[in-house]
């Protein structure tokens, strides 16, 4: 079974500029989650897909990111305009829904470094 | 805003020997306790879970005990390993929405 796929793994910018992270879930898999992960620290729920619709954005800057999940399957978390405080690991997660283990599936992250 | 706390930060420990991280949250409205392992470079794993009507779990050597009472719950690895060296999370599952909690994290170092 192929695992959550991201890309890119490696994104350096300046600030102010933007960036796009995409996301592949697991197959069959209808909640898509995007997590920020600073150093050293816990992941941080971004946003929650069901399919295609939000569940939770409540932690998601919005005056500077947007995240997408069209047909309810592949997902973009877009950021513009960076700041420095946005390098982090941008995580994203698949799990069936209402899983009775609630068993969350990571894809390996992409690393964003803002200059 | 509901709270997981993980302790210790950080934890060195000999091949062959203990490890212990403890967790405690602040309130009852969790349903669900797992526990994620993170190399390096790699994203979370599911490793460890249990519910909340159950006072321990174990699976090859890796035991969760839950204290229902004092609201704590510890991962233990026995006999640890090199490749045990990982950063480890424990979280809770709210039962409203399902969304996880996290802890902050432990990073384990196993000594050879």
């Known amino acids: 079974e192929a695992g959550v796929a991201q890309s890119p793994r490696y994104k350096i910018i300046e600030k102010r500029q933007s960036v796009a992270f995409w996301c592949n879930p697991i197959?069959?898999?209808?909640?898509l989650y995007w997590y920020q992960q600073i150093l050293g620290q816990g992941p941080k729920l971004l946003i929650q897909f069901q399919n295609n619709g939000v569940v939770d954005d409540s932690q998601l800057p919005k005056d500077r990111f947007s995240a997408e999940r069209l047909k309810g399957v592949d997902s973009t978390l877009k950021i513009q305009p960076a700041k420095l405080e946005d390098s982090a690991v941008y995580l994203c997660?698949?799990?069936?829904?209402?899983?009775?283990?609630?068993?969350?599936?990571f894809g390996e992250g992409s690393r964003l470094t803002v200059l | 805003q509901q709270q997981v706390k993980q302790s210790p930060q950080s934890l060195i420990v000999q091949k062959g020997g203990i490890s212990i991280i403890n967790c405690a949250y602040e309130n009852t409205a969790f349903d669900y306790f797992p526990w994620y392992q993170q190399f390096p470079g790699k994203g979370p794993a599911l490793l460890i879970a249990i519910r909340p009507d159950v006072s321990e779990k174990k699976e090859g050597r890796f035991t969760i005990s839950f204290n229902k009472s004092a609201k704590q719950f510890s991962l233990h690895i026995m006999d640890s390993q090199p490749g045990d060296s990982a950063t480890y999370f424990c979280?809770?599952?709210?039962?409203?929405?399902?969304?996880?909690?996290w802890g902050a994290g432990t990073k384990l170092i196993i000594k050879p």
């Open positions: 997660a698949s799990s069936l829904v209402r899983s009775r283990t609630g068993e969350l599936f």
């Open positions: 197959s069959g898999h209808a909640t």
């Open positions: 979280a809770a599952r709210q039962d409203s929405n399902y969304q996880l909690i």
